[in-house]
């Protein structure tokens, strides 16, 4: 399994010159750990997490006034990976350099993040984590709608709904069945 297979994407990004409180609000509605700052060229400059804001914080006085620029407050480049990085060497990187989150790039560019939890999900796969992948995969695929529900009871997908052509049921298929936890495929519909 590759890095490709478990990143989340779109990945959120924040500009280094932007305000601190941007990053936060990232942080907070996504309910993400760090978020990725870029240039303005979308060139990868560094990572900004809770800890990073927190540190800052701490060691500002009140005189001083809080920190107002991501710059003020991000750590400097990353660990990253490659889309075709193996999970098992990036989760090894993520121990060894203590990374809670890693950007997965392709020429400087933020493809995808990849976090411990992803990580975990593919080592100790469970129907939940599973069917919630698959649907998402499947939710991309209909352009963001909801399509084809997707259940998954013991490792085995179940997918509903009608498809256009025997083309876009086999793409379906696909996705589920690459999705990590996934044993089996069953489709309960078919194509119109």
């Known amino acids: 399994m590759h890095a490709k297979d478990i990143m989340s994407t ?20 996504y309910s993400i750990t760090a978020v990725p700052v870029v240039d303005d060229g979308g060139t990868l400059v560094g990572m900004v997490g809770e800890r990073d ?6 060691s500002v006085s009140r005189r001083d006034g809080e920190p107002s620029f991501v710059r003020d407050v991000m750590g400097g480049l990353p660990v990253t ?22 950007p997965i790039v392709n020429e400087e560019h933020v493809v ?8 975990l999900r593919t080592l100790v796969p469970c129907d939940a984590a599973a069917e919630q ?5 499947l939710d991309n695929y209909a352009g963001g709608r909801r399509r084809w529900p997707v259940a998954v ?17 086999a793409v379906a298929e696909a996705l589920v069945r690459t999705t990590a936890g996934i044993a089996g495929v069953h489709v309960s519909a078919g194509t119109a």
């Open 10 to 29: 779109p990945v959120y990004t924040v500009r280094a010159d932007a305000p601190v409180a941007d990053a936060v609000a990232l942080l907070e509605r």
């Open 53 to 58: 804001v927190l540190r800052r914080a701490a």
């Open 81 to 102: 990976a490659w889309p075709t990085a193996d999970v098992a060497d990036l989760a090894a990187v993520m121990v060894q350099r203590d990374a809670h989150t890693v």
């Open 112 to 119: 995808g993040v990849v976090s411990r939890c992803d990580v």
């Open 133 to 137: 992948e698959a649907q998402r995969r």
């Open 153 to 169: 009871q013991d490792g085995v997908a179940t997918i509903d709904g009608r498809f256009d052509d025997d083309r876009e049921l």
